[in-house]
């Protein structure tokens, strides 16, 4: 299977413990972004990579989540504290920029982590 | 700030019908708009890309037109079936970042 991957597809946990997921984008894709999913809405954008570098965050993206992405190939978020609040599906997806000749940009997402926090 | 809408939030058809979903958005600096599927639990799958330079898309039953002056995108998909029961989801990524922002979804149920 050559799509993006996630690890854990579930994860329970109890208020306040920390917990970390990994993303494996698609090989060649240069861009990885998270997402963060609640019931019934649209995913929200959390952050974004370009190789290596952490380009854009969210302000959705409190100091309690941290994003690495540190060999510009897979990337983890981890969330400290977690809270009740903080119950979601994750989701991360990836794309290949090019360059300005080729735009498109098209994002693959993963099959996400669902976080419940108890 | 980018506001993307999705109407009707739920639809119910029966198989074989043509059916249109509707995605609005209030900014139309946009970059590209990309529709996407969703079953329950699982991620997205990318449906069609439409660059801010051009009109629609179309993919086997699948047809997606933009309007990008009246910040207007509709997904037309033909001759419908149970299997294109899902949550069909719409979001658009601006041209000044990569927040792309995502629509509530139309959950589309196809009745045999």
């Known amino acids: 299977d050559t799509g993006v991957s996630q690890d854990p597809r579930h994860k329970i946990t109890k208020r306040g413990q920390n917990v970390t997921f990994r993303c494996d984008p698609i090989s060649e894709h240069n861009r990885l972004y998270w997402y963060r999913q609640t019931l019934g809405q649209g995913p929200e954008f959390l952050t974004y990579?370009?190789?290596?570098?952490?380009?854009?965050k969210s302000r959705l993206l409190s100091d309690r989540f941290s994003a690495e992405r540190p060999k510009g190939s897979f990337s983890t978020l981890e969330i400290q504290r977690t809270e009740q609040g903080d119950s979601a599906m994750y989701l991360c997806?990836?794309?290949?920029?090019?360059?300005?000749?080729?735009?498109?940009?098209?994002?693959?997402f993963g099959p996400g982590t669902r976080l419940t926090v108890l | 700030k980018q506001e993307v809408t999705q109407i009707p939030a739920a639809l119910s058809v029966p198989e074989g019908e043509n059916l249109v979903l509707n995605c609005s958005f209030t900014?139309?600096?946009?970059?590209?708009l990309q529709w996407f599927r969703q079953d329950p639990g699982k991620g997205l799958t990318s449906l069609l890309l439409i660059q801010s330079s051009q009109r629609e898309q179309t993919s086997g039953r699948l047809n997606a037109s933009l309007d990008k002056s009246s910040g207007r995108s509709t997904l037309y998909i033909a001759a419908s079936q149970p299997g294109d029961s899902a949550t069909y989801l719409c979001a658009v990524r601006p041209v000044y970042n990569n927040d792309m922002r995502f629509g509530a979804g139309t959950r589309l149920t196809v009745k045999p």
């Open positions: 997806a990836s794309s290949l920029k090019r360059g300005p000749v080729y735009p498109y940009n098209e994002q693959f």
């Open positions: 990579f370009q190789n290596e570098a952490q380009l854009e």
């Open positions: 900014d139309s600096a946009i970059y590209n």
